[in-house]
């Protein structure tokens, strides 16, 4: 039996739209939250707290088929970025393993480019005024040392995206067993530094995709991407039909 839910889109035409979604595809989403706990019980109870809150975070995603980034996070371009509390936190290797366990394909947090970090560290800027004015922030991020380089999680070199490292990052020596993070200072600015990949425990960043349809051309000229936050389709103009809009009627 499928679950009907009712999600409002306004489009520019005004209409609205009802969506059936199959109720299997929630009790998937449920199913992979008893599989975290079972898989990840053996990391501690500092994981299971932290792994415990953001699934919360994620089953009012699922109860309430919200728009919105998850609490803790906000939006950059078609990505939500969710910053750990000061209470949450876990040495690289768990804090990767449990953004990589989380659904929506949720990631260890990487900049592909300056205007990235840069929305980071205002973020950042007004969490440290909201929290302690005079504290330094410091967060896990999603690169470390491993086969004789520094690398992004998706085995990307750090040198690899368009960020200017020059501004960030000088530390190019390494051994394994390093791990990366930011550190925001009093005077506002940011660096990225080496910490040790178990032993110590902080803050973390993770990611996760929100809207895949944002700039998208995936429907070409003659149809409108519609995202359904974990799907997508395509809404064809009068005269085209076709998953993609590519045929005419």
């Known amino acids: 039996m499928d679950l009907i839910i009712f999600l409002f889109i306004t489009l520019n035409t005004s209409f609205t739209y009802c969506i059936s979604l199959n109720e299997s595809t929630l009790e998937t989403l449920a199913n992979n939250f008893k599989i975290i706990s079972k898989r990840e019980s053996r990391l501690g109870k500092g994981f299971e707290l932290v792994k415990g809150t953001l699934i919360q975070g994620f089953e009012k995603i699922q109860s309430n088929y919200t728009r919105d980034c998850m609490p803790g996070s906000f939006f950059y371009n078609d990505t939500c970025i969710f910053i750990s509390k000061p209470k949450q936190k876990l040495s690289w290797i768990k804090a990767e393993r449990l953004c990589r366990r989380l659904p929506f394909n949720t990631t260890f947090l990487i900049f592909e480019n300056d205007h990235k970090l840069d929305a980071v560290r205002k973020e950042l800027v007004k969490l440290r005024h909201k929290e302690d004015p005079y504290d330094p922030l410091k967060f896990l991020i999603g690169f470390r040392y491993k086969n004789n380089g520094w690398k992004w999680v998706n085995d990307k070199p750090l040198n690899s995206t368009d960020l200017k490292l020059g ?83």
């Open 167 to 249: 501004k960030y990052w000088n530390d190019w020596s390494g051994t394994d067993g390093l791990c990366g993070s930011i550190s925001l200072f009093r005077t506002n600015r940011l660096e990225m530094r080496s910490t040790d990949c178990k032993s110590t425990s902080h803050r973390f960043m993770c990611e996760y995709k929100f809207n895949p349809c944002f700039k998208s051309d995936i429907c070409g000229q003659n149809g409108r991407c519609i995202n359904l936050y974990m799907k997508t389709y395509c809404e064809c103009t009068m005269f085209y039909e076709g998953k993609y809009c590519e045929k005419c009627k």
